[in-house]
């Protein structure tokens, strides 16, 4: 019985974290699309504050722009697309592939939102799951980094560390 219990309480120690990860508000979105992605950050780096946030813009996700956040200095870093995608009449070669928001002190008991106003392109592939790597910085060199893509076969649970999420549906 006990050892029954114990059992259980190990599984809901191990899923308990997945709740907390740095993960998408919306987790489904049609393509194309322009698609608000809304980071929560739900705690901090084993009790360390979150000081920086940096999330990877994948390929085929364009027009990225951050939403200004007071306290926090935002930097785009940006560079050559994969290939050039037209957006709206207007050919894009590069653009932003990563957000950095930093400045900022979100203590480790606190909940936050990071957000950005995306475009999803036409070729993105329907039916996949989109990976957004983020890195959570805090303090003494600690992070916590959210860049695990799942293997096939695999799912998000399987991992401790997995990326942000998003599923990707054919245009209704
Ligand atoms: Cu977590």
């Given at each position: 019985?006990?050892?029954?219990?114990?059992?259980?309480?190990?599984?809901v120690?191990?899923?308990?974290?997945?709740?907390?990860?740095?993960?998408?508000?919306?987790?489904?979105?049609?393509?194309?699309?322009?698609?608000?992605?809304?980071?929560?950050?739900?705690?901090?780096?084993e009790?360390?504050?979150?000081i920086?946030?940096?999330?990877?813009?994948?390929?085929?996700?364009?027009?990225?722009?951050?939403?200004?956040?007071?306290?926090?200095?935002?930097?785009?870093?940006?560079?050559?697309?994969?290939?050039?995608?037209?957006?709206?009449?207007?050919?894009?070669?590069?653009?932003?592939?990563?957000?950095?928001?930093?400045?900022?002190?979100?203590?480790?008991e606190y909940?936050?939102?990071?957000?950005?106003?995306?475009?999803?392109?036409?070729?993105?592939?329907?039916?996949?799951?989109?990976?957004f790597?983020?890195?959570?910085?805090?303090?003494?060199?600690?992070?916590?980094?959210?860049?695990?893509?799942?293997?096939?076969?695999?799912?998000?649970?399987?991992?401790?560390?997995?990326?942000?999420?998003?599923?990707?549906?054919?245009?209704?």
């Amino acid at each position: 019985m006990l050892k029954h219990f114990l059992a259980a309480a190990a599984l809901v120690a191990g899923a308990a974290p997945a709740l907390a990860h740095v993960t998408l508000e919306t987790q489904e979105a049609q393509v194309p699309s322009t698609y608000k992605a809304v980071f929560r950050v739900g705690h901090g780096c084993e009790g360390k504050p979150t000081i920086r946030l940096r999330v990877q813009v994948p390929e085929g996700v364009i027009s990225v722009r951050p939403q200004p956040k007071p306290g926090w200095t935002i930097e785009l870093v940006k560079g050559p697309y994969e290939q050039t995608y037209d957006y709206y009449g207007t050919p894009l070669a590069e653009g932003v592939k990563e957000v950095v928001w930093s400045g900022g002190s979100l203590p480790d008991e606190y909940y936050d939102e990071f957000v950005m106003r995306t475009y999803l392109t036409p070729g993105l592939p329907v039916g996949s799951v989109l990976y957004f790597p983020v890195v959570q910085e805090c303090p003494d060199g600690a992070a916590e980094r959210w860049i695990e893509i799942p293997e096939s076969g695999k799912s998000l649970d399987d991992y401790e560390t997995p990326a942000a999420a998003l599923k990707l549906l054919p245009k209704e």
